[in-house]
């Protein structure tokens, strides 16, 4: 399921952590809109959320003991954006909120 999205929403992205110890280049990924609610958890918001850019990305194309983290950068499609939070999936992908990243 997950290269039918990849196939369908695609992105070619570049990670960067948020320590520049990791750095994926000419990574393929999906660029996603989805609700993303507006607070710790949706109770907390009266279930209100934000639609916001989330690239979805496969979990094992980290190195080995690494992951994707919240505040890495990512370029997608020559866009500079910031990792808001990492929501993993146990299937194999990870869906990171963007936001725009500070100059």
Not at 10 to 33: C, E, I, N, W
Request: charged content about 20%.
């Amino acid at each position: 399921m997950l290269d039918a999205v990849f196939a369908a929403f695609p992105a070619s992205y570049t990670y960067f952590s948020p320590d520049g110890m990791v750095v994926l280049a000419d990574q393929s990924g999906a660029m996603l809109r989805s609700p993303i609610a507006l607070g710790p958890d949706a109770e907390d918001t009266g279930g209100i959320g934000q639609f916001r850019s989330v690239l979805r990305l496969r979990t094992a194309d980290f190195p080995d003991g690494t992951e994707p983290e919240q505040g890495a950068y990512v370029v997608v499609e020559g866009e500079r954006s910031m990792i808001t939070d990492v929501l993993t999936d146990p299937r194999g992908w990870s869906d990171c909120p963007l936001a725009l990243a500070p100059e």
